[in-house]
């Protein structure tokens, strides 16, 4: 979108420099020098080379965006322009920072992972704390067993199930002194402390990040209005140059100057108000990537079923 609105810029700022020109070289016999025609075409060469740069920066944009969807359908080798179909955003609700926070604190996968690990721990000790107790089993057996002169009695008497025996009791086992099972329980909680360390300090980090993507987006919101009101300024002050130049004696030098700086101020303030809503679009996209809600803003369902949080915030 950027590389497109710089071009649409570039391309309307020459076609003032060539008008400009063209009203330049039609004063030739009457009060235009030389000076002031090599002038405007210096100024008018130099916008179209921009111009060009501009196109180049399309073509680029549009190149990088086929590399990134990876679309089977489309080649890189294809001639084609990607037009936008919808005007980038340029409303925001006012952020609430304790609702984002809560929601990044839910939602941001690197949050997600550390409790995870978090869980992970509290199992591993609960197995340590399972194998450092004493062990009670319960132990049961059956047996059978028959006697005869010869094998075919025996099988006889065995299958008679006459002589069957069957034994139940309780085995105890009590650790004593068991270091490797105490170090093993303590290492366990160690890992538990460290992924609990690790869980508030990316916490923290959230958090941070959340708040700093707050003011970014407040001040690219705030930027946006301050670069259009400069860009409607250099168009009045350029209006104004071109409604009062049919009606000047004659052409000086120092007007045609003063026309061609308005006629670029225009532009860079025009440029400037692009790029405000280019940052603040891309602000957006930070702040949904922190709080973990980039599928809800580009409005995209999941089928996972969603995790849930038994513990609500980090301990």
Avoid: C, W
């Amino acid at each position: 979108m950027q590389a497109r609105r710089d071009f649409e810029i570039h391309q309307a700022l020459l076609d003032r420099t060539l008008e400009t020109l063209k009203k330049v070289e039609g004063r030739k016999e009457i009060d235009a020098t030389d000076v002031q025609i090599k002038q405007t075409e210096a100024s008018a060469k130099a916008r179209e080379a921009a111009l060009l740069q501009a196109q180049k920066g399309i073509i680029d944009a549009q190149d990088t965006l086929v590399r990134l969807m990876t679309d089977a359908q489309l080649n890189m080798l294809d001639e084609f322009q990607i037009i936008p179909a919808s005007a980038v955003s340029l409303e925001a609700e006012k952020p609430d920072p304790s609702k984002i926070i809560e929601v990044a604190m839910q939602k941001n996968p690197v949050i997600q992972r550390a409790r995870t690990e978090t869980e992970i721990a509290d199992i591993n000790i609960r197995v340590a704390e399972n194998q450092h107790m004493p062990r009670l089993d319960l132990v049961a057996s059956a047996r059978t067993q028959a006697l005869a002169r010869d094998r075919n009695a025996a099988q006889d008497r065995l299958e008679t199930g006459e002589y069957d025996s069957y034994a139940i009791g309780l085995s105890l086992e009590y650790p004593l002194g068991n270091r490797q099972r105490h170090a093993e329980l303590l290492k366990r909680r160690l890992e538990r402390r460290r992924a609990v360390s690790a869980l508030q300090n990316v916490a923290d980090q959230v958090a941070i990040l959340a708040k700093e993507g707050i003011r970014r987006i407040e001040t690219n919101h705030s930027e946006i209005q301050v670069q259009r009101d400069a860009a409607e300024a250099a168009r009045i002050h350029l209006q104004a140059l071109e409604d009062s130049e049919p009606v000047r004696e004659r052409l000086t030098p120092e007007f045609l100057m003063v026309k061609l700086q308005a006629q670029e101020a225009l532009a860079n303030a025009q440029q400037s108000e692009i790029r405000a809503i280019v940052d603040f679009n891309i602000s957006l996209a930070q702040l949904a990537r922190i709080s973990g809600t980039v599928l809800e803003l580009h409005q995209v369902s999941s089928s996972l079923p969603a995790v849930s949080d038994n513990n609500g915030t980090p301990e």
